[in-house]
């Protein structure tokens, strides 16, 4: 049976977290792209493999896959925006633009763009379930802008909405306790989560350091450099924020941890 563009999506969206995972996915909605030049989830999804591409530093050039995340973000918005496409009013486009954005540093214009996309966000049998993953996702950009209390409320909201939502909405709660300075409750919700990506050891780390457990800091670390040895304190410091305190924060407990 062959493939259809919907089938190579949720291939790529079943991809671990990881480099090669990554590339794989990238290969996933190029066949679905290739399938159907106008599905507008291949597109949108795209750009976020291309967006962890850059957050994660896994291509020779971190602003050209940032460049690329946001081409292809602008294709979904614009056939969201087609009304003879079949995608018309599509939230993901905006949705997946507003993550371009905040990573861009724009805080503002991705808030607007999160906004646009819970207004477009209508189907009854989705509209609980879509508009809890894109508070939990909003609430990653309120981290980077400094207010953890903000994301906090959000990915409660977001529970609330969705008791059985995905592993990531923890992952987020996890790293905003961590911005909030509540470093039990951070390592709380990590201890809760089955099989965490190895990115959530670098909160696991920092917490722990901040508590004054180093040596056990130190070995959170040191298994999360096993898996990416090529990660950095000044990889983590590349990361836009609308608070320079709150980055300070960051690499501060990261670097109590042992990452150089």
Not at 23 to 38: L, P, V
Not at 77 to 102: C, E, P, Q, T
Not at 140 to 146: Q, T
Not at 199 to 211: G, K, T
């Amino acid at each position: 049976m062959m493939q259809t563009a919907r089938d190579y999506c949720r291939e790529g969206r079943q991809q671990p977290l990881t480099r090669e995972g990554n590339e794989k996915a990238k290969e996933c909605y190029e066949r679905a792209i290739k399938e159907d030049g106008n599905y507008l989830p291949a597109y949108a999804e795209y750009s976020y493999v291309h967006l962890r591409a850059y957050q994660n530093a896994w291509d020779p050039d971190r602003e050209a896959s940032l460049d690329e995340a946001e081409r292809l973000a602008d294709k979904a918005v614009a056939l969201g925006n087609d009304i003879s496409k079949g995608w018309h009013n599509d939230f993901r486009g905006r949705w997946y633009r507003a993550m371009v954005y905040w990573n861009r540093g724009d805080f503002k214009t991705s808030f607007q763009e999160f906004a646009a996309a819970r207004a477009l966000i209508t189907d009854p049998k989705r509209i609980a379930k879509d508009t809890a993953d894109l508070d939990a996702d909003m609430a990653e950009a309120y981290i980077y802008y400094g207010d953890p209390n903000k994301a906090l409320a959000l990915i409660d909201s977001a529970a609330a909405s969705d008791p059985d939502h995905a592993y990531w909405h923890d992952w987020n709660r996890a790293r905003a306790l961590y911005m909030a300075k509540r470093y039990d409750d951070a390592l709380a919700t990590i201890r809760g989560m089955t099989s965490p990506p190895n990115d959530v050891r670098l909160i696991e780390a920092a917490s722990e350091a901040q508590l004054g457990h180093l040596d056990d800091a130190r070995r959170i670390m040191g298994e999360f450099n096993k898996i990416e040895p090529g990660w950095s304190l000044q990889k983590s410091a590349d990361y836009r924020y609308g608070d320079s305190a709150a980055r300070d924060h960051w690499l501060d407990g990261l670097s109590k941890a042992g990452l150089t």
